[in-house]
């Protein structure tokens, strides 16, 4: 049960990120996979194998026993045994269909109660917890008529497989008469080999009723094990290129021509011949209306996906030539609402950079204007934060998330509306303790091993007047380009609209 959970687990997270937007596969599904349907291995194997193998061997050693004492009575009583086989294996067939419908109803059940419990703020402030009971009843409710239907088939083949039992019992009984009758067996024999076979019917009947058990439990693995069959699209480990640890990309992106669709919405092109070049150590700043598909333009940099035309580079080299675990860890991504463990402040920031110091797990704390927050606790740094950082504001938690990236000391960092969350001094101090390390410098003379390229993402434009060049965005292409003053200088442009309605909105 073990092997299996963890060569589950181990397919699950390997799995591209596109994979997990498919409808069968939220949080629930999954856990339940993971967790709950595993757990019919050990029903299967050692609760019920057991027992089946007991009824076998009971089941031969009779056999060849009743035939020794006598063997046309022996004939005569097994001569019935194809009918049973054949009740037994419509008995199996019903069974497994009801086991289907069965695990289904469970499922949609795990996957409500996880989304709702992950989600309970949401469904408090909108009073959906009458709701939510509802879809859960249906989800219960909804196989119920098919599982009853199942019940009665399942009752009645029973009940056939016993008639024919009894049948079986008359038959042979009829038989030792004539046997005896006919002075073929004697009387002593015929009682010995029929005890014989009335020992061996609860066996037979007992494996009647484990053989659909084991049926049920084997058809609610399936899934499972179709998820074990799987092949991520987008493997971690390949190609692989051996990359030293010590060596570090320089910090050069660029798109080509690139086109891209979610998995989940085929049809809908989010970026069409979306092309960008961006040298190492550059400040670039993304900006452009909601849905322009800034955030996808992140996710094909980290290989979420794969654009279905086009290229995108690293230093001039496709990022499919890299190894894509070495790639990801020089790229340092914090988001809207960055994801924080239930762990304690001091392993969220150093997630993924385990090996860090003390010191240097508070130096970038105070580079990201945390560490004061976090003094201030009685734990300190031992502080655990909760279910995803539930016990932390947005801007603490965002805060915390940049602690984290600083500390990974990435070559390309992306900060998708990053510092939103945060009060405009606090995003001020921030902003300037990233750019005093020295990452983002314009000049590419300056380019050196620890220069960092950095990628912003941000409504709010005074968080990225500063950048060197601004890309402005539009359905999936660049529409302006440059820096903020020759930008707002184009009358009529995209960026100086969206610049004055910034104005306008600071002075109201
Ligand atoms: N996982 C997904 N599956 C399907 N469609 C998606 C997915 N993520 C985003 N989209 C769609 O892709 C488009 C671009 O989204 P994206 O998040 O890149 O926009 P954005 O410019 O970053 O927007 P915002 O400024 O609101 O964050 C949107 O129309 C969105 O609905």
Avoid at 6 to 32: D, I, Y
Avoid at 68 to 91: D, E, K, S, T
Avoid at 175 to 184: E, F, P
Avoid at 250 to 260: H, M, T
Wanted: proline content about 3%; some cysteine.
């Amino acid at each position: 049960m073990n092997n299996l959970r963890e060569a589950l687990f181990s397919v699950v997270l390997r799995s591209e990120v596109g994979w997990f937007e498919e409808p069968g596969n939220s949080v629930g599904f999954l856990t339940a996979r993971v967790v709950s349907d595993t757990s019919m291995i050990k029903t299967v194997i050692s609760d019920r194998m057991s027992v089946i193998v007991q009824c076998i061997s009971s089941i031969l050693i009779a056999t060849v026993l009743s035939t020794a004492v006598n063997w046309r009575m022996a004939l005569a009583v097994y001569a019935m045994m194809p009918c049973h086989l054949i009740a037994g294996l419509v008995q199996v067939r019903s069974a497994k269909g009801f086991a289907t419908d069965n695990s289904t109803s469970h499922q949609k059940l795990i996957s409500l109660t996880s989304e709702a419990v992950s989600n309970i703020r949401t469904v408090a402030s909108f009073v959906q917890e009458e709701e939510i009971l509802r879809k859960a009843d249906l989800a219960l409710q909804e196989p119920m008529q098919t599982i009853r239907m199942e019940i009665i088939k399942y009752g009645a083949l029973q009940g056939a497989a016993l008639c024919l039992w009894h049948m079986t019992h008359a038959i042979q009984l009829s038989c030792s008469i004539a046997l005896i009758g006919n002075g073929l067996a004697t009387f002593e024999n015929c009682v010995r080999s029929y005890q014989t076979f009335a020992l061996t019917v609860p066996s037979i009947t007992e494996l009647w009723t484990l053989i659909p058990m084991v049926m049920s439990a084997l058809a609610v693995l399936d899934p499972a094990l179709d998820i074990l069959d799987r092949e991520t699209t987008i493997v971690p480990d390949v190609p692989k290129v051996s990359h030293d640890e010590e060596d570090r990309i320089v910090g050069g992106v660029a798109f080509e021509g690139v086109s891209f669709s979610y998995p989940s919405r085929a049809k809908v092109a989010i970026l069409d011949g979306f092309s960008l070049a961006i040298e190492p150590g550059q400040r670039v700043a993304l900006v452009g209306p909601s849905g322009a598909g800034k955030s996808t333009v992140f996710a094909l940099l980290l290989r979420f996906y794969e654009p279905s035309q086009g290229r995108v580079l690293v230093d001039g080299k496709d990022i499919r030539g890299y190894n894509l675990k070495w790639l990801r860890r020089q790229i340092g991504l914090v988001q809207q609402e960055p994801i924080l463990f239930n762990l304690s402040i001091r392993e969220n920031i150093s997630y993924g950079n385990e090996g860090a110091s003390e010191a240097e797990i508070v130096q970038a704390a105070t580079e990201a204007n945390i560490h004061e927050f976090i003094s201030g606790l009685s734990a300190g740094y031992g502080t655990v934060v909760g279910d995803k950082g539930s016990q932390l504001s947005g801007g603490q938690k965002q805060r915390i998330a940049i602690a984290r990236t600083i500390l990974k000391k990435p070559a390309i960092l992306l900060l998708d509306e990053a510092t939103s969350g945060l009060d405009g001094e606090s995003e001020r101090v921030v902003m300037s303790s990233l750019a005093a390390k020295g990452w983002g410098k314009s000049s590419i003379g300056e380019v050196s091993s620890s220069t960092t390229t950095s990628i912003t993402i941000a409504h709010r434009l005074s968080t990225v007047a500063n950048a060197d060049v601004i890309v402005v965005m539009e359905k999936g292409a660049v529409v302006e380009m440059g820096s903020h003053e020759a930008l707002v200088s184009v009358s009529n442009g995209v960026y100086s609209r969206m610049y004055r309605v910034h104005v306008k909105g600071a002075k109201d």
